[in-house]
């Protein structure tokens, strides 16, 4: 069985980089057909996707965060990394990441979430 | 504001039928697949309707969905308070080359 999980810094300071990394088991990272992803909650609110990688690299991302976030891929490691810089309180979210199909909507698995909250 | 709109809020008794809608655009659910997602409190959202209209395997036959023109609908029939939730629709938008969600409606089992 597929199983995602995040990890990183649950507290980062405002103007900092937000770092959070997501190890995949049960499975190769390295699958056809299926991109890797990111999707964010902030308390008490919606979903919000932030962007997704293939395991040659190729990325989408949201466009209202894109200036800010570089999502990579380390298949060594069969993990995937979130990189989201200049953050503020309204970055503070719950993060997951999952395993998302290529050009569709479809997120067939998520990790537990991780919450990041920004402050000082 | 979301690309997708939904309601902010369902309810209904148990046992009832209940209907919620998801409306976007020509360049997401006008010309993708439409999914709909359950996230129980405290939990991960789950993958609960899939190509518009697909359960995945566990998923109730009580849950189903349906598309037409650029709004979807997500019907639960047989209403149960373990279906409590907030429920979201997600479809990829060619204009953004982006997953798009809706806002997200709370379902309410009085």
């Known amino acids: 069985q597929l199983q995602l999980q995040e990890s990183g810094p649950g507290l980062v300071k405002p103007s900092e980089t937000l770092s959070l990394t997501c190890t995949v088991s049960?499975?190769?990272?390295?699958?056809?057909?299926?991109?890797w992803g990111w999707i964010r909650q902030p308390p008490g609110k919606g979903l919000e996707w932030i962007g997704s990688?293939?395991?040659?690299?190729?990325?989408y991302y949201n466009p209202s965060l894109k200036s800010r976030v570089t999502i990579s891929v380390d298949t060594s490691k069969n993990q995937f990394s979130l990189k989201l810089s200049s953050v503020t309180a309204a970055d503070t979210a719950v993060y997951y990441c999952?395993?998302?199909?290529?050009?569709?909507?479809?997120?067939?698995?998520w990790g537990q979430g991780t919450l990041v909250t920004v402050s000082s | 504001q979301s690309v997708l709109t939904q309601p902010p809020s369902a309810s209904g008794t148990p046992g009832q039928r209940v209907t919620i809608s998801c409306s976007g655009s020509?360049?997401?659910?006008?010309?993708?697949?439409v999914y709909w997602y359950q996230q129980l409190p405290g939990t991960a959202p789950k993958l609960l309707i899939y190509r518009n209209n697909q359960r995945p395997s566990g998923v109730p036959d009580r849950f189903s969905g349906s598309k037409s023109g650029t709004s979807a609908s997500l019907a639960i029939s047989g209403l149960r308070s373990e279906d409590e939730a907030d429920y979201y629709c997600?479809?990829?938008?060619?204009?953004?080359?982006?997953?798009?969600f809706g806002g997200g409606t709370k379902l309410t089992v009085l």
């Open positions: 990688i293939y395991y040659s690299g190729s990325t």
């Open positions: 999952a395993r998302q199909g290529r050009n569709t909507a479809m997120v067939s698995y």
């Open positions: 020509s360049s997401n659910i006008g010309s993708n697949y």
């Open positions: 997600a479809a990829w938008d060619d204009s953004l080359s982006a997953v798009v």
């Open positions: 049960g499975g190769s990272i390295s699958s056809s057909s299926y991109y």
